[in-house]
């Protein structure tokens, strides 16, 4: 359900340098399959090892800069601790972040697409 631009950016990202990943959205996407949020009809690991196949993903874990900015970013964030990891790791890679988390979008110190 993303918004066409969003889709624009990461499709052209992908062609390109390619699309910045925070290795934390794998546990959230882990937990929302859990939780039955997100339906797939295989198992965990076959699923992302065909996402990580799908497109040019370049995964960025929790550096210690990362670390370091995100906690300066929880009050913004709604204090989701994923977010501001993902939101950091933004900032770090100076890659804007397509989401469509109202939270983020608003957040100045964030550079979004949606």
């Given at each position: 359900?993303l918004?066409?631009?969003?889709?624009?950016?990461?499709?052209?990202?992908n062609?390109?340098?390619?699309?910045?990943?925070?290795?934390?959205?794998?546990?959230?996407i882990?937990?929302?399959?859990?939780?039955g949020?997100?339906?797939?009809e295989m198992?965990y690991?076959?699923?992302?090892k065909?996402?990580i196949?799908s497109?040019?993903y370049?995964?960025?874990g929790?550096?210690?800069q990362v670390?370091?900015v995100s906690t300066h970013?929880?009050?913004?964030l709604?204090r989701d601790?994923?977010?501001?990891?993902i939101a950091?790791?933004?900032?770090?890679e100076?890659?804007?972040?397509?989401?469509?988390?109202?939270?983020l979008?608003?957040s100045?110190?964030?550079?979004?697409?949606?």
């Amino acid at each position: 359900m993303l918004s066409q631009k969003a889709r624009r950016a990461i499709s052209l990202a992908n062609k390109e340098d390619g699309i910045v990943f925070c290795e934390i959205s794998l546990w959230e996407i882990a937990m929302l399959i859990k939780k039955g949020r997100i339906f797939v009809e295989m198992g965990y690991p076959e699923f992302i090892k065909l996402v990580i196949k799908s497109d040019n993903y370049i995964f960025r874990g929790i550096t210690p800069q990362v670390a370091e900015v995100s906690t300066h970013l929880l009050s913004d964030l709604n204090r989701d601790p994923a977010d501001s990891i993902i939101a950091a790791t933004s900032i770090i890679e100076n890659a804007k972040l397509s989401t469509a988390g109202k939270n983020l979008r608003e957040s100045k110190r964030i550079s979004t697409i949606w």
